[in-house]
């Protein structure tokens, strides 16, 4: 190293705390690879290319990983694989005070690694993750005094619960392949599962209806009292009015809230006319749209160019576009 590289501009010599001179070690990599010849577990060591080890490029590292000096990340190539994954990263931090949550902090800085890899990749739907290898470097007095087993973390009742969840498939409930009619039987929470499936698909009031069917249902069986029963239906309609795809024109949401009403217990009227507002300014917002999707249609009639229709009217090229097809299929059908 040359006096010039020791030496900061200032010529004094520079201040080297332990993670300073940890990163300062391991970003030469003949050291890093002696490091880890002689301290990598050998069911690893067996199986990569120790002489292909080198620093991760940088989009393998989040920028928060990238700011902490005691932290080293590097990727090495696997033996006998020519996949595009063929290679495994392995993270080593040097720490000087123990800490009992080490490992799920080494679990979080694996997934970290992991989902900034996937991220950079294209298309990122279909990424797979490379394996990443955590090291813990650990300089303090006296031996390490916890254990590293991510297992030891919990109960020895939750560790056999911990082990299936990791070693299997993650729980998943799949609404869209569970039928409306299966759902209806999961009491409490069937409407909200109703309602998440439906409500970019399903007409306002017949979603409305099915759900107070099953709120109904609920009352009557005393899974729910009268507060409950308030509570999800204020709930549901908040919901659906915010999110339901069609909105209702004002005649008909009255219709709708008073059919609903009718079939729940007394003291809902109040939910209903607090929403029928929220409907009047969406219908309000939609009459503007179809005014200013009116004006456009026109201006492409008259053949204007699609840019100067875009910058009068603010619509985006993809409503543009459906409003070309419609003036289109207009035209063939007549």
Do not use: W
Not at 139 to 158: A, C, M, Q, V
């Amino acid at each position: 190293m040359s006096k010039k590289d020791s030496l900061e501009n200032n010529g004094s010599i520079p201040k080297m705390n332990a993670d300073l001179f940890f990163k300062r070690c391991m970003s030469d990599i003949s050291v890093a690879r002696d490091f880890l010849a002689f301290n990598l577990p050998e069911k690893v060591k067996s199986r990569i290319e120790l002489d292909s080890l080198a620093l991760a490029p940088q989009e393998y590292i989040s920028a928060a990983l990238r700011k902490k000096t005691a932290d080293m990340v590097y990727t090495v190539k696997l033996k006998n694989s020519d996949d595009e994954l063929g290679f495994l990263i392995i993270h080593v931090e040097q720490q000087t005070k123990p800490q009992r949550l080490m490992p799920l902090r080494m679990l979080e800085f694996m997934t970290t690694i992991m989902r900034q890899f996937a991220e950079n990749q294209s298309p990122k739907d279909s990424a797979l993750i490379p394996v990443v290898i955590p090291i813990i470097l650990s300089n303090h007095n006296g031996r390490y005094p916890y254990s590293t087993r991510f297992l030891d973390l919990f109960t020895e009742s939750g560790q056999a619960l911990v082990s299936t969840l990791l070693n299997g498939d993650l729980p998943l409930v799949d609404l869209a392949s569970i039928s409306n009619d299966a759902l209806k039987n999961h009491l409490r929470a069937a409407i909200m599962e109703i309602a998440l499936k439906n409500v970019k698909n399903s007409e306002f009031s017949s979603l409305l209806m099915a759900c107070v069917d099953i709120l109904k249902l609920l009352i009557r069986s005393d899974d729910v009292d009268e507060e409950q029963a308030r509570n999800f239906l204020q709930n549901l309609v908040y919901y659906l009015s915010q999110n339901v795809k069609d909105v209702p024109e004002s005649e008909q949401v009255d219709d709708i809230f008073a059919t609903a009403q009718s079939e729940l217990p007394p003291g809902t009227g109040d939910i209903f006319m607090t929403v029928r507002e929220q409907f009047e300014q969406r219908g309000e917002q939609r009459g503007e749209q179809r005014a200013v999707q009116q004006v456009a249609v026109n201006m492409l009639e008259k053949g204007i160019p699609d840019e100067d229709v875009q910058a009068y009217t603010g619509l985006n090229k993809s409503v543009l576009q459906s409003l070309k097809d419609k003036i289109r299929d207009a035209g063939v059908k007549h």
